[in-house]
């Protein structure tokens, strides 16, 4: 059975179903190494310090841990970000709307596509 999506066969999108899927669970890799998940919200990092304790006497220690905070905060915000782009991109697979620019409506080049497979708007709107 060849299910069409849009333009695409079915190799077409089992192959970015699969580089997807890879990049998802390196970017959980990452996200772990700079973060912690947050149990109170599935899909969702908190940052935390490389090391020493912000209550530390120690005003250098506490400022490298506030220092370590904040780069780690910053770096975890864009892998999130990444991260659910992928995560809607994999959505977009399971519903038969991927591939389809979620502002016109018209087909994503394949071109983009390959070159960011959580693509979700044409070259033309990839700005907006």
């Not at 109170?40 to 370590?68: K, V």
């Not at 080049?109 to 070259?123: F, M, S, W, Y």
Request: aromatic share 6%; glycine share 6%.
């Amino acid at each position: 059975m060849v299910i069409e999506f849009n333009y695409m066969n079915e190799k077409d999108i089992e192959k970015f179903k699969t580089e997807l899927e890879k990049e998802k669970e390196l970017l959980e890799k990452e996200m772990d190494t700079v973060g912690e998940r947050n149990p109170e919200t599935p899909g969702d990092w908190q940052a935390r310090p490389d090391r020493g304790d912000f209550s530390s006497s120690d005003s250098s220690e506490s400022a490298d841990s506030s220092e370590s905070y904040g780069g780690n905060s910053a770096i975890l915000d864009q892998l999130e970000t990444r991260y659910k782009n992928i995560t809607k991109a994999l959505e977009r697979i399971k519903s038969g709307e991927y591939g389809i620019c979620r502002i016109s409506g018209e087909k994503i080049e394949k071109e983009r596509l390959e070159a960011n497979p959580a693509a979700d708007t044409c070259i033309k709107h990839r700005e907006e």
